[in-house]
């Protein structure tokens, strides 16, 4: 049985109208009635139409909003289509998603990284820095060379990291259903918390309610980042249940 202080982070990319709000309800039921409640933190992070109104929704409940990137200019500017970590401060975000890999697939480096997560946190913002290594990498067997090229440059010149949550994704994890063995995955972790010092791990990549259950056996992960099952309120509180299970 779990007994630690989880952190659940619902990533809902590129999904939801203003109606995908109406299913927060439950999760808000649901928290409020769970025993262990006070054990959990969530965090919602919809597409930037939905943080406000998102905001709004959740006013009376513990849940938190973030957003899933920004911009890394940390000021105003002419940059025609993005928003950047002060606007999303602005509209009640307390999050950002940084790293994630589809941003980083579509061209975004550790060093454009590494600039954006210092002006969200010049923001006030927490980051949810991602890295993970892909299915090509994983076969070289250079993966904890991977994950240490990206937490250097990433974390480059940061010296407090206390609003830093480190959520470790897979590539060829995400969506594919597909999850890592469970001592591996350990393992990697380990590595992981050994060259950040005490920051905090989140697992990504495929969580769901079936697989969930293995994977809140591995002990030193500290919550998870859920994609695809996020966005269904009864598979996102059953990931919580089964959690504490
Ligand atoms: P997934 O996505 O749970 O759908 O695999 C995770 C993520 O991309 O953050």
Redesign the pocket.
Same mark, same amino acid.
């Given at each position: 049985m779990t007994n630690k202080y989880m952190i659940f *982070?619902a %990533?809902w990319?590129m999904f939801g109208g203003l109606n995908s709000l109406n299913s927060l309800r439950k999760v808000v039921k649901f928290l409020k009635n769970f025993k262990k409640n006070n054990l959990i933190k969530i965090v919602y992070c919809p597409p930037n139409t939905l943080i406000r109104p998102m905001t709004k929704k959740l006013r009376k409940s513990k849940i938190e909003v973030g957003a899933q990137n920004c911009h890394e200019n940390n000021d105003y500017g002419a940059f025609t289509g993005s928003v950047n970590s002060k606007m999303l401060k602005s509209v009640g975000a307390k999050y950002v998603?940084i790293g994630?890999?589809?941003n980083r697939q579509a061209g975004e480096k550790d060093k454009l990284i590494n600039i954006k997560i210092k002006s969200a946190l010049k923001s006030g913002l927490k980051v949810i820095f991602?890295i993970g290594e892909t299915i090509q990498q994983k076969r070289k067997k250079i993966t904890k060379q991977i994950l240490n090229k990206q937490i250097q440059i990433g974390l480059n010149k940061i010296a407090n990291k206390k609003k830093i949550l480190i959520?470790y994704?897979p590539v060829w994890?995400?969506?594919?259903?597909l999850i890592p063995q469970s001592k591996e995955l350990f393992n990697t972790i380990d590595f992981i918390k050994k060259k950040i010092g005490n920051l905090k791990v989140l697992y990504?990549?495929?969580? %769901?309610p079936k697989n969930v259950t293995e994977l809140k056996s591995i002990d030193n992960i500290d919550g998870f980042? *859920?994609?695809?099952?996020?966005q269904d309120a009864k598979k996102f509180i059953d990931i919580i249940k089964k959690t504490y299970n």
């Open positions: *982070v %990533n990319k998603i994630h890999s589809e991602c959520a994704e994890s995400i969506g594919t259903g990504g990549g495929s969580v %769901n980042l *859920v994609g695809g099952a996020s």
